[in-house]
């Protein structure tokens, strides 16, 4: 394990985190050193977690012993998440089973959390799920069929688009990047879409319902809009391809686009992100102010297995000599100092608990600063099939909070 000698604003802010608002250490230091990053706050939410609604997962296969189809809708793992005040979040699943075939009968939802944190004080480490938000187009936006084409609600699922990241404009509004398209789909705060989706130029998934018999795609499958942030006065939305363009010699580019949300069309604007490794994935980003973000670099694997998922600060005003963003290093998910031993037992016997703490998760997707140099981290379980914490069982949902020596001056959300 690594040690700096910042251990004792480490504790001072393992102290604080029992409170509400699970305030942190202001540091006084420049720089973020991922060797300080510390767990704060552990909860977690049972892998098959009922919700209201039909039936769903008759087109899934069963594995680690969840059979399907299951008799309501499930909640699942979580692709992103917003605030929601009073200590609670929006947290949202993706598109169900993983496919469009396997997934129209996912209904597309936000599902409001409230957790009930473990800390260095003890604590249950448990979730509260309460309403939702159901996304639905029930004004006839969406140009081609849906699966719910002729009801009154035209309730949005796994079968139409793959959510994968929201972020959320002074207005209210919500604006969600999508897989398949990919597409950037506009929401009130109620969850209706307000407009048609949008596409982009030239990306098209070989999901996209635009692309012509024949077609190539410009996009692997599954590698569309994994992450999206906005610039705090919503002007500009940041929606990030998560993989490699197919034909790019360069197999550790990524791509970050800009789209203006007053003339709604994409500026032409774009900026290279270079990763560690050729499959490595754009998992999640936010906004920290108009011109740095926080995002998730993660590959694919779990539990023992796991051997890269890293967050890093990046500001669109600086670029290395080949024109790639220049990246720092703010935490190892796999590498976070846990000397208050919090989320130690659960589940029992499970990979990377202890200190240092791992997030040995697969698809770690979910990514939120918060005030207090600290961000949230939540992971897809893509149930029912990621066991990195116990072999053959499925993963719980998991949220815990980092405290961070200093992210600097900027914008935050709680």
């Known amino acids: 394990m690594r040690y700096r000698p910042l251990a004792l ?16 250490v202001q540091a006084q230091s420049p720089a973020g050193d991922p060797a300080d990053a510390t767990l704060l706050a552990r909860a977690t939410l049972p892998a098959y977690t009922p919700a209201p609604g039909p039936a769903t997962g008759a087109f899934s296969d069963p594995n680690n012993g969840m059979v399907p189809p299951y008799p309501s809708q499930v909640v699942l793992g979580i692709s992103s998440v ?27 939802r936000l599902y409001h959390f409230t957790p009930h944190w473990e800390t260095a004080r003890g604590g249950a480490g448990t979730i509260d799920v309460g309403r939702f938000l159901s996304l639905r187009d029930p004004d006839h936006r ?3 069929p849906i699966v719910n ?19 959320r404009v002074p207005d209210g509004s919500m604006w969600i990047g999508d897989e398949f398209g990919p597409f950037l789909l506009h929401f009130d705060r109620t969850g209706k879409l307000l407009q048609a989706p949008v596409a982009h130029p030239t990306l098209k998934a070989p999901q996209s319902p635009n692309l012509a018999n024949g077609e190539t795609p410009t996009v692997q499958g599954s590698r569309g809009y994994e992450a999206l942030a906005s610039s ?23 791509q970050i686009h800009e789209f203006d949300t007053r003339a709604n069309r994409y500026t032409g604007r ?9 499959d490595h994935r754009i998992a999640d980003m936010q906004s920290l102010d108009a011109n740095r973000a926080v995002l998730i670099e993660r590959e694919d694997d779990e539990g023992p297995a796991a051997t890269f998922k890293r967050v890093y600060l990046i500001d669109r005003r600086h670029v290395d000599a080949d024109g790639f963003l220049v990246k720092t290093e703010i935490a190892d998910l796999l590498d976070l100092r846990n000397p208050a031993l919090i989320g130690s037992h659960d589940p029992a016997g499970g990979y990377g608990l202890g200190n240092p703490f791992k997030f040995p998760l697969q698809s770690v997707e979910a990514l939120l600063p918060l005030p207090g140099n600290r961000i949230l981290i939540m992971q897809d379980n893509n149930f029912p099939d990621s066991t990195g914490r116990v072999p053959g069982k499925t993963d719980a949902t998991e949220m815990i909070v980092i405290g961070l020596r200093n992210l600097g001056k900027g914008s935050t959300q709680d």
Do not use: C
């Open 270 to 278: 774009t900026w290279q992100y270079r990763t560690d490794g050729e």
């Open 82 to 108: 917003l605030p929601a005040g009073n200590g609670s979040y929006w947290a949202m699943p993706d598109n169900g089973f993983g496919t469009k075939g396997n997934s129209v009968d996912f209904l597309l």
């Open 142 to 144: 969406i140009p081609f």
């Open 149 to 167: 084409e002729n009801t009154a609600d035209r309730l949005l699922t796994g079968g139409d688009f793959d959510v994968e990241a929201v972020t």
């Open 232 to 254: 705090p006065d919503g002007r500009y939305l940041y929606p990030a391809v998560e993989g490699g363009l197919p034909g790019d010699d360069n197999r550790f580019r990524r």
């Open 9 to 24: 604003l480490a504790a001072a802010a393992i102290a604080l985190a029992g409170s509400p608002a699970l305030a942190a």
